[in-house]
């Protein structure tokens, strides 16, 4: 069974970059998740899918699944381009754009 460590990416619904700094070990789904007949809730016999293991930095990671014998595989985070942007711009002289209001 393999693990992923990964560093989660901001999601669309925060503007703070809260709970991006750290490192999660994940492991992979071993069995297919089923459809309960009766309510149609999907579940799982593998419990090892619901654990999230949060550490500061990358090493810290791989130096656990090293030491508990967990194949593992590391997604490197891509680097987030900032783009300046003004409220001021809207209103400039010169605009690329139509002004609707």
Same mark, same amino acid.
């Given at each position: 069974? /393999?693990?992923?460590i990964?560093? $989660? /990416?901001?999601? #669309?619904? %925060? !503007?703070? %970059?809260?709970?991006?700094?750290?490192?999660?070990? @994940?492991? =992979? #789904? !071993?069995?297919? +998740?089923?459809?309960? $007949?009766?309510?149609?809730?999907?579940? !799982?016999?593998? &419990?090892? #899918? %619901?654990?999230?293991?949060? *550490?500061?930095? %990358? =090493?810290?990671?791989?130096?656990?699944? @090293?030491?508990?014998?967990?194949?593992?595989?590391? @997604? &490197? $985070?891509k680097? +987030?381009?900032?783009?300046?942007?003004?409220? #001021?711009?809207? *209103?400039? *002289?010169?605009?690329?754009? &139509?002004?609707?209001?």
């Amino acid at each position: 069974m /393999a693990a992923r460590i990964y560093r $989660p /990416a901001k999601t #669309a619904m %925060q !503007s703070g %970059q809260a709970r991006t700094k750290e490192w999660l070990l @994940e492991h =992979e #789904a !071993s069995a297919a +998740r089923t459809i309960d $007949p009766l309510m149609g809730w999907t579940s !799982s016999a593998d &419990t090892r #899918a %619901q654990i999230q293991l949060a *550490f500061d930095t %990358q =090493e810290e990671a791989v130096a656990y699944a @090293e030491r508990m014998g967990i194949a593992y595989r590391i @997604e &490197t $985070p891509k680097a +987030r381009k900032a783009i300046r942007k003004s409220y #001021a711009d809207n *209103f400039k *002289f010169g605009r690329i754009g &139509t002004w609707t209001h």
